[in-house]
């Protein structure tokens, strides 16, 4: 892990505990869901940064009230079936994937996402602009029911898996419903994969390794598939309902 890594391991512990809870039980009344939604477990706003985030650099890309920031891939409006619901940034509808306007290097990402049973999602990063679909060009943090989806039956395309090239382990990912922390670091070729505080995928982009997974899956038929330097932060929209919220990123250098 290199040095900017480690120094990140700090912050991000606060970062966690800040992103930490769980979703609302089915049973709970309708006040006590709310309050999950809005607030973290330490009791922090959700959708916020606290004075020691700021000063190491944290951002918000999601405010909890707008989709400020965002956009379709490949087009300069927001596409339907997006919504922010409840301080949540909500797939709830057909629209397709959605990206950052802006584009980033080297990054820590955090956030929290929450799916229904059987539901299917990801975070993209790294995406650049001008192939058919983004999958085509960014690597794929996935987002995945495992119990219940069909991919969860294979470990490449689990969740917290680099979609298709590197396997996630069992065992960590929560029960549906419930809210997952994600953490991805990108520095340099370096990338890190983190689920609910454990470190499930690391890799080297460009690497012998990673070269001979690609020319063995899907991926060898798009060139710009990894390529890119820097690109957006993206959003799959896969067909299924999912949330996320405490979308947050620090640059890295």
């Not at 916020?48 to 087009?75: I, K």
Request: glycine share 14%; hydrophobic share 35%; with cysteine.
């Amino acid at each position: 892990m290199r040095s900017a890594t480690a120094i990140s391991l700090t912050v991000t512990a606060t970062v966690l505990l800040a992103c930490g809870g769980s979703g609302s039980n089915a049973e709970a009344a309708s006040g006590q869901a709310v309050e999950e939604t809005t607030m973290a477990a330490d009791g922090q706003e959700m959708n916020t940064l606290t004075a020691a985030e700021r000063a190491a650099g944290w951002e918000l890309l999601f405010d909890g009230r707008t989709l400020e920031g965002w956009r379709g891939y490949n087009r300069g409006d927001l596409p339907g079936g997006w919504s922010v619901v409840d301080g949540m940034l909500a797939r709830t509808g057909e629209g397709g994937d959605i990206i950052t306007d802006r584009s980033f290097s080297d990054f820590e990402l955090a956030l929290e996402w929450r799916l229904d049973a059987g539901g299917n999602s990801g975070v993209f990063y790294r995406a650049a602009e001008g192939e058919e679909w983004v999958y085509h060009s960014a690597p794929e943090y996935q987002v995945l029911d495992d119990e219940r989806h069909r991919d969860g039956q294979d470990p490449l395309t689990s969740a917290g898996a680099n979609y298709g090239l590197h396997p996630a382990p069992r065992g960590v990912v929560r029960a549906v419903g419930e809210w997952n922390q994600a953490r991805i670091v990108v520095e340099g070729n370096h990338v890190e994969h983190w689920l609910n505080g454990t470190r499930i995928v690391e890799y080297e982009l460009g690497s012998p390794d990673w070269e001979a997974r690609v020319a063995a899956s899907k991926f060898s038929q798009w060139p710009a598939y990894g390529r890119a330097d820097a690109g957006h932060v993206g959003l799959q929209d896969h067909g299924d309902p999912v949330w996320y919220r405490n979308i947050k990123i620090r640059e890295i250098g």
